[in-house]
């Protein structure tokens, strides 16, 4: 199968911005996702980007999608406490797919 | 509104026995699909349902791993002659339908305990 690969902690100050990074291995991925988890939670889904897109925003949230380099990015604007978590990347290979393969997570701590 | 609930939320139980794990989706969807996550990790991809057959079940790592759905809606899986590597939570989604533009809602999980 297709790996994705997130770097495992990311650790910022309240009130930065926060950069979470994924690169991804199929150039086929049509969906890339990113989801929340929380402890003892399930995973929430915070946006998703198309592949034929290159940047998605949705309020303090940002995508950027780099489909040379299979490149994904989720940039948290005005990070805040309740942000920290673990932040999942994850693919879907088309349309006609229904599979997702998730990287391993980073964990965002986030310093009041 | 009601989302994908899943019991129990805890299960702890000793290498050998079987376990049932229980998923209710969210009322209409149709596609429905167990992942697992072990620590550290993201989820892996088990099967997925569409309505009550198991579309795909590429996933499910052996034959000790089956999953019902008999009336296309809630799910079980069952794990025979459980082994301490099964040790996991074990994750629900469901979704509209299986293809095109959707999304997948997930529930909270099951953590299975194999002592």
């Known amino acids: 199968g297709e790996d994705v690969e997130q770097s495992l902690f990311l650790s910022v100050r309240e009130g930065d911005s926060s950069v979470i990074n994924c690169t991804y291995t199929?150039?086929?991925?049509?969906?890339l996702y990113w989801y929340k988890q929380e402890p003892g939670a399930g995973l929430q889904l915070l946006t998703y980007i198309f592949s034929n897109m290159d940047m998605k925003q949705d309020q303090r949230l940002t995508v950027l999608l780099n489909k040379k380099d299979k490149h994904l990015s989720l940039r948290i604007a005005d990070t805040q406490t309740g942000d920290s978590a673990i932040y999942f990347c994850a693919e879907r290979f088309g349309a006609g797919s229904y599979q997702l393969t998730f990287g391993k997570g980073t964990k965002l701590s986030v310093i009041p | 509104g009601a989302g994908v609930s899943q019991t129990p939320s805890n299960k702890v139980t000793e290498k050998g026995k079987y376990v049932e794990l229980r998923c209710d989706p969210i009322?209409?969807?149709?596609?429905l699909y167990w992942y697992r996550q072990s620590l550290g990790q993201g989820p892996e991809f088990l099967i997925y349902f569409q309505g009550t057959g198991a579309a795909d079940d590429s996933g499910l790592p052996n034959d000790r791993f089956f999953a019902v759905r008999p009336e296309g809606s809630v799910s079980t899986l069952k794990i025979q002659r459980t082994e301490r590597g099964d040790s996991a939570v074990y994750l629900c989604a469901s979704s509209l339908t299986g293809t095109g533009d959707y999304e997948q809602y997930f529930g909270p999980g099951t953590r299975l305990t194999v002592t």
């Open positions: 199929d150039s086929s991925s049509t969906y």
């Open positions: 009322s209409g969807h149709t596609a």
